[in-house]
């Protein structure tokens, strides 16, 4: 029998694998980021068709999260201290729309998104997605060179680099995975502050009546920035620790409940956890 995402994260969570893929992804049909390759849009045709996709991309997510998903945004005022600054975004990977809901909450053509290479396609869809601000971490040195040297000058422009620092997307997930190291050794080289972002899943008496999904609600949280003393990964590893317990602390909030992870050995006291929102 096919395994449901919510049996896969079951068991991956058991397993402790918190960063791997409950989809297969293809490689083949995948854009090359080696050679020559841009990661921002510099030619006229690119720039031209950024100037128009990032605000039709706006509004398309504006009406597809409000009528769709009743999406919700709360703490927009958190973005005012990071103005003229910028920064490292971080978000919960736990819906297939969450890169568009992040980048109309944070800004359109404010924000750029990180992601694996593989989904930078070849064709009309990998010049969307790079001309909307998509930058592809790719797997040799070279590629995360190139990465590093290009989100040291949107960084300096006063950009928004989000990055997915659970790594594998789980769907309507609501715990928060362990976090990688990357996004926050950026943040702490840039002397930059991360903004975290944290999707949660409500639910409501209307969307309970229609059986309907739960509401995604987007909380822009306080930005944290990092310690000026220490080596790079120290400071790293701090700011990384410092984020993940505001998380932790606003999924505790929110779901009204502690966040604890299903135990390695299964439970024979047969009582289900629900970690997958409805």
Known sequence: MLKTYKDKAIEYEKKRQFDRDLNDHRYDDALPIDGDYNYLPVKAGERIRRFFLVPAISFFGWVVGKFGFGLKIKGKKNLKSIKKSGAIAICNHVHELDTLFVKISLGGFRTFHTGSFYLLKRGWAGRIFKSGGFLPVGETVKDLQKLSETVDILLKKGKIINFYPEHALWFRYEKIRPFKLGAFRF?????????PVFIEFRETALRKF??????IVLHI???EYPELQGGL????EKLRDTVFKKMKDKYESVYSREMVYLPEEPDESGCELQIIAG
Do not use: D, G, H
């Open 221 to 223: 949280l306080t930005p």
């Open 187 to 195: 943040a702490a080289k840039a002397n930059v502050p991360v903004l």
């Open 210 to 215: 229609f059986k309907m999904q739960k509401k």
């Open 233 to 236: 990964k120290q400071r790293a």
